[in-house]
């Protein structure tokens, strides 16, 4: 469940809308309160505009306050009205894993209403983004696209050298929310706001049971129940998806003139799949050496599951599928050879 912030725009800006976020231009400098002088003018790539950050150090062990600490990363988006502003609004990313603070451009480009008289503040929870990551590097290869979400191997590997720098049973969603409420007190704020996406909802909710007299509203868009175990239904979740997205081709002339097998399609590929993988040369765009790489039925799959988060990708499923059923697997190779969990999430928070 991970977030992709162009993928709920719509829905965004019509949540903008209701709570009278109007977008308003806003000033180079602007005076900031007592709480936000606590933090620094900071730049981020790809932001032409100035921010505050800072860090805000806290006990990975909560409980004995004794040990290691984490350094949370601490972004402000600093309301454009800081005369009349209301409570802040606190972003709360998806994942598990995803970094808050990327969701920054965000909230300088098409999120900006939210800023009319509200702070948005992006804290990477612990063990993401710029507050000790769980993570360690990859060797990305055209293969290394088409791997298994989170091979044996891999996991076994990760874990070992995260080990030894973190102690992995202290980077729960309870944990993190109770490091929240730090941040909360740290920048003087009484009451907040949440929003949330995908994992995100899950977090506010844990945040919303520990901490509720410091709640005034919660946002959670595309919810995950507080006992939803990821990714244990991926699977039933994708088949359900990809039978009403199978059901929108069918219904819809141009789509179905051009694939009208389209399930019988899908089961023949991953029919064949399962026999065998395919073994197909690959063409980088960039000219390089081509390659050949195998495609495994759970890869092509989970794949294809991951392409349904978004309208534009989902759109091209049933070309794709249909060009693979008859062993043409460019298409889909073409899109594959690609992240399906952006490079900023976190892989040991997963």
């Given at each position: 469940m991970r977030?992709?912030r162009c993928?709920?725009?719509?829905?965004?800006v019509?949540?903008?809308?209701?709570l009278?976020?109007?977008?308003?231009g806003g000033?180079a400098?602007?005076h900031?309160?007592?709480?936000?002088s606590?933090?620094?003018?900071c730049?981020?790539?790809?932001?032409d505009?100035?921010?505050?950050?800072?860090k805000?150090?806290v006990?990975?062990?909560?409980?004995?306050?004794?040990?290691?600490t984490?350094?949370?990363?601490?972004?402000?988006?600093?309301a454009f009205?800081q005369?009349h502003k209301?409570?802040?609004?606190?972003d709360l990313?998806g994942?598990p894993?995803?970094?808050s603070?990327?969701?920054?451009?965000?909230y300088?480009?098409?999120g900006?209403?939210?800023?009319?008289?509200?702070?948005?503040v992006?804290?990477d929870?612990?063990?993401t983004g710029?507050?000790n990551?769980l993570?360690i590097?990859?060797e990305?290869?055209?293969q290394y696209?088409?791997?298994?979400?989170f091979?044996?191997d891999?996991?076994?590997?990760m874990?070992?050298e995260?080990?030894?720098?973190?102690?992995?049973?202290?980077?729960?969603?309870s944990?993190?929310?109770?490091?929240?409420?730090?941040?909360?007190?740290?920048?003087?704020?009484?009451t907040?706001?949440?929003?949330g996406?995908s994992y995100?909802?899950q977090?506010a909710?844990v945040y919303?049971?520990r901490?509720?007299?410091?709640v005034?509203?919660?946002?959670?868009?595309a919810?995950?129940?507080a006992?939803l175990?990821?990714?244990l239904?991926?699977?039933?979740?994708?088949?359900r998806?990809?039978?009403?997205?199978?059901g929108?081709?069918e219904?819809?002339?141009?789509?179905h003139?051009?694939?009208?097998?389209?399930?019988d399609d899908?089961k023949n590929?991953?029919?064949?799949l399962?026999?065998?993988?395919?073994?197909?040369?690959y063409s980088?765009?960039d000219?390089a050496t081509p390659t050949?790489?195998?495609?495994?039925r759970?890869?092509f799959?989970e794949k294809?599951?991951s392409?349904?988060y978004?309208r534009d990708?989902?759109a091209r499923i049933?070309?794709?599928?249909?060009?693979a059923a008859?062993?043409d697997f460019?298409?889909f190779?073409?899109?594959?050879?690609a992240?399906s969990?952006?490079?900023?999430?976190?892989?040991?928070?997963?």
């Amino acid at each position: 469940m991970r977030r992709v912030r162009c993928v709920f725009f719509v829905f965004l800006v019509t949540i903008a809308a209701v709570l009278s976020l109007l977008d308003v231009g806003g000033c180079a400098k602007r005076h900031l309160p007592n709480a936000l002088s606590k933090l620094k003018a900071c730049r981020l790539a790809g932001i032409d505009e100035e921010l505050v950050c800072g860090k805000l150090t806290v006990f990975e062990n909560r409980e004995t306050r004794t040990g290691r600490t984490i350094d949370l990363n601490v972004v402000v988006l600093p309301a454009f009205d800081q005369k009349h502003k209301a409570e802040p609004l606190f972003d709360l990313a998806g994942g598990p894993g995803a970094a808050s603070t990327e969701a920054a451009a965000f909230y300088v480009g098409p999120g900006k209403a939210y800023r009319r008289r509200h702070d948005v503040v992006c804290v990477d929870q612990r063990g993401t983004g710029k507050s000790n990551r769980l993570a360690i590097p990859r060797e990305k290869t055209p293969q290394y696209y088409l791997s298994e979400m989170f091979p044996v191997d891999y996991v076994r590997q990760m874990r070992h050298e995260l080990e030894q720098r973190a102690d992995l049973t202290k980077y729960t969603t309870s944990i993190a929310m109770d490091d929240l409420d730090d941040v909360r007190t740290w920048l003087g704020y009484d009451t907040i706001n949440l929003f949330g996406a995908s994992y995100g909802t899950q977090a506010a909710l844990v945040y919303m049971r520990r901490h509720p007299e410091n709640v005034r509203s919660a946002i959670l868009l595309a919810v995950a129940p507080a006992d939803l175990k990821m990714p244990l239904h991926h699977s039933e979740s994708a088949a359900r998806a990809m039978d009403l997205l199978f059901g929108e081709c069918e219904q819809d002339a141009t789509c179905h003139a051009a694939f009208p097998q389209i399930r019988d399609d899908w089961k023949n590929v991953l029919t064949q799949l399962e026999k065998q993988p395919a073994r197909v040369e690959y063409s980088p765009p960039d000219k390089a050496t081509p390659t050949t790489v195998e495609i495994q039925r759970g890869v092509f799959a989970e794949k294809i599951r991951s392409w349904m988060y978004g309208r534009d990708k989902a759109a091209r499923i049933p070309l794709i599928v249909h060009h693979a059923a008859t062993g043409d697997f460019a298409p889909f190779l073409q899109q594959a050879i690609a992240p399906s969990i952006p490079d900023f999430v976190a892989d040991g928070m997963y």
